[in-house]
């Protein structure tokens, strides 16, 4: 008779050895499984599950082609901060006529300065910061501007989804279509569209492929064109890849105006894109966005020329675009995709920056802040030498002095403002072209200084 | 049944091994490397490098003698594939200090005749910091 300790020591052998042998068993197959995943995630990086044609414009019906694009789209209602962008959500009691509960919080309480300088403007009544791109459209049916101002359809080219709106109103034309809507009001034109910036505003339907679908853009960019030599250019079928990626993105980021009664949207780069060519460009058709309340100078209001102002510096002219930076690519399982959550580089610096430059990310975090900083300082000498200049033209002007005395100082008001206004408009506060946006701020501080001396007597005069 | 358990851990293990391309980590081919798909921007760039027809992974990035380069290729391979797995590792990847100092070895054992004249200030400065593209782009 065996005795039963031996029996239950090769029993409890047997048992563990089981266990163990099984355990390797799980953790064989699990590792197995995990490599097939990884061998999948390599293939098969498409599914087309619906057609998309030309007159697609919800953009969740492109997600359910590109779903990790159309996730990345949809974060745009993030708010976060940055040192000297980005939005921060401030409650707000919500009304009938302005339903929004939560919004940026406002640039005129932060820099009452601005209201002076936009004096008799619809900008000193209500200036909010900018939020991502998903509220685009939300942000300008409920600004406060529409209460003081009669907007014109025009608006609406970079507030919504326009293409396939355009499209209809012209019968398939598009130029004919931005043409009906620009004319119409706001508050009638609003009716046409559904949705903020879409997949189709940027992408073909059939291609993916990078398009202009902006009428603003296909004739600003041509007149810029034709003034470096080059006839008719075609910004669709003349432009590479790389370019259409600061393309499309110019399509709205950019100074414009709205021309004549028929209030056609136009970026005013037939001169050239910098400040100087834009200003003349202005002087040349004698343009004005208003009359200054406190000075009577007429003067002009510059709008967020990122893609101005990025083309004057060193990114731009080592071939780095808006989408290599603010919407970098990213890897997810095997596929290398663009983020399509647009937003500032300083929340993504590991993506947005270190691909080419190999440092730390508080270091390069910390070389962009210095560069604003710097831009933010001189923002400030130009935003109160202005103030003066408008001080000196109100008392002048109180005093009696004639229109003929004042025109000197009113077109440096003019000129001053349209500089300080251009880097206090862009969103990069100066990074897209450092020396370049301290160049403007220096330039608009002297136009000031210029403008208060033009109201003194010269020495030695006896009256 | 211990027969039946400890056979189906070694077959599992077994087919595992053949199905992940195991014996291809023990070659100097370069498609090896590239078995998992986070390799393939590398591989593609080194096939457009200047060092593509004079240099594989295994020349740089391994070092020379038998013993060591097993050695190494047994622990970037358990390391990688761990990471992979788990799929915790940074993104743009980034080359750890010993693998750097293996890299930068190499460089100067084939470009010895340039490399011995050269002080490199004590070891200090690396090939690879001016140098950074010549294997592969990224």
Redesign the interface.
């Known amino acids: 008779m065996i005795s039963s300790p031996v029996l239950g020591r090769s029993t409890r052998f047997?048992v563990t050895?089981?266990i163990a042998?099984?355990i390797?068993?799980i953790a064989?197959?699990a590792?197995?499984v995990?490599?097939?995943e990884?061998k999948q995630?390599?293939q098969n990086p498409f599914y087309r599950v619906v057609e998309l044609s030309d007159t697609t414009e919800a953009p969740d019906i492109w997600g359910a082609n590109f779903p990790l694009q159309y996730d990345d789209y949809r974060k745009t209602v993030d708010q976060v901060r940055t040192r000297y962008g980005g939005s921060e959500a401030v409650p707000r009691t919500p009304t009938n006529a302005y339903p929004r509960s939560i919004v940026a919080q406002s640039r005129l309480e932060e820099d009452p300065r601005l209201k002076t300088m936009w004096a008799g403007y619809a900008f000193a009544t209500d200036f909010r910061e900018e939020r991502g791109h998903a509220f685009m459209l939300e942000d300008q049916l409920f600004t406060g501007r529409q209460t003081v101002a009669q907007q014109p359809g025009t608006c609406l080219h970079c507030h919504a989804s326009v293409y396939v709106p355009y499209m209809k109103a012209g019968n398939g034309d598009l130029i004919r279509g931005f043409e009906e809507i620009n004319k119409l009001p706001y508050q009638e034109a609003k009716n046409l569209v559904t949705h903020p910036v879409a997949c189709i505003d940027c992408h073909n339907p059939k291609t993916m492929q990078l398009r202009v679908t902006r009428p603003g853009f296909i004739e600003g960019i041509r007149a810029f064109k034709a003034s470096q030599g080059i006839r008719d250019y075609d910004v669709n079928n003349m432009s590479t890849r790389q370019e259409m990626r600061a393309f499309v993105c110019g399509q709205c980021h950019v100074e414009y105006y709205f021309q004549g009664k028929e209030k056609r949207l136009t970026y005013p780069w037939s001169n050239g894109l910098r400040v100087d060519d834009i200003l003349r460009y202005y002087e040349e058709i004698k343009f004005k966005d208003w009359t200054h309340a406190e000075t009577g100078a007429e003067v002009l209001k510059a709008q967020h020329p990122e893609f101005e102002l990025w083309n004057q510096g060193i990114h731009a002219r080592s071939g780095v675009v808006c989408a290599d930076c603010h919407m970098p690519y990213?890897?997810v399982g095997?596929l290398?995709v663009s983020d399509h959550h647009v937003r500032s580089p300083l929340l993504n610096i590991?993506?947005a920056c270190?691909?080419c430059h190999r440092w730390p990310e508080e270091e390069l975090k910390s070389r962009v802040e210095t560069i604003q900083e710097r831009t933010y300082t001189m923002r400030n000498i130009a935003m109160n030498a202005l103030l003066d200049l408008i001080g000196d033209i109100r008392r002048a002007k109180k005093r009696g002095y004639s229109a003929e005395s004042l025109a000197p100082a009113r077109s440096y008001q003019r000129q001053a403002q349209f500089y300080l206004d251009f880097i206090e408009a862009e969103n990069s506060m100066g990074f897209h072209a450092p020396q370049e946006a301290v160049r403007i701020l220096g330039e608009s501080i002297n136009f000031s200084r210029l403008g208060q001396v033009a109201l003194r007597k010269p020495i030695g005069a006896t009256n | 049944m211990l027969g039946t358990a400890i056979g189906a851990a070694l077959g599992v293990g077994a087919y595992t091994f053949v199905y992940a391309k195991g014996s291809s980590y023990l070659t100097d081919n370069p498609a090896a490397c590239a078995n998992c798909h986070v390799m393939n921007d590398h591989y593609s760039a080194w096939l457009k490098s200047s060092h593509r027809s004079v240099a594989v992974c295994n020349d740089c990035h391994t070092p020379s003698g038998f013993v060591a380069k097993y050695a190494t290729k047994a622990s970037n391979g358990f390391w990688h594939s761990y990471a992979f797995t788990t799929g915790d590792f940074p993104n743009p990847l980034r080359i750890k200090p010993h693998n750097l100092e293996i890299a930068n070895n190499a460089c100067r054992k084939c470009h010895a005749e340039m490399t011995t004249s050269m002080g490199l200030h004590g070891g200090s400065i690396s090939c690879i910091s001016c140098h950074q593209f010549v294997g592969h782009m990224e």
Do not use: D, P
């Open positions: 047997i050895l089981s042998a099984a390797t068993a064989g197959v590792l197995l995990n490599i097939l990884r995630e390599a990213k890897r095997a290398k590991h993506r270190q691909t």
